[in-house]
């Protein structure tokens, strides 16, 4: 039976909340966490996302205001489960965007599961998407520092008993939700399909209410949907109330 906890990589203290919810929230501003999640089972120990950067290359490459962050905080955040990097044998990216992946080649010795249209794009997004894969920046992105160690998955794919890859494009086209059943229920980790709580309540006008960062909205649409039907219940990427519980 997997363990799974919720781990802080960080936080950006004031976060444009229009950038989450599709036309709501213009002005308003969020406090947003990079959440990783740790599922251990026996001695596997799998990370589900890796965090962003440290707050100097957020702010040079990605103009973007964190604190907390980088690759000693991710080290903080496994200590409390006397874990380190070396310790993890997996590790699973939702997507390939900056603030999930960045700390990849921290983890020397995992296998990476990524889905295979999200290589495929993160190679050459289209240009307003470019920055968000760290693509035509000084540096490389951090994914293409680890390619002999990936698994590539090619739709829903079950990694691990207990724990499911199900590929549910919209936010990026390789976005994959990650079902990991404890001994309570089953949980999705959504990834950035569902930023924050109130994209999967929805209001008065849409059951559902969408981000505003995606590819492809009809694609997005339809995997909000089929996630009705995929756990339990569904765990949002950059929501504080994540951590409203210590273990799931
Ligand atoms: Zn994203």
Redesign the pocket.
Known sequence: MWQLYPLNFGEWPEFELSRFLYNKGFGEKIRAIATGFLAVDGDRAVLIDAGIYDEDRALSDHDQWVVGTGPGQVRTELARYDLEPEDITDVVLT?L?W??AANVPLFTRAQVHIQDDEIEYAENPLPPHQVSFDHGLSRPAPWTLVRDRINTLHGDTELFPGMTAYHLPG??PGSQGIKISTAKQSYLLAG?NVDLQANWDGDEHLRHRPGM?YVDMRDYWASLLRMESLADVIVPSHDPSVFDREVY
């Open positions: 997507h965007h603030d999930h936010h990026t950035d960062v």
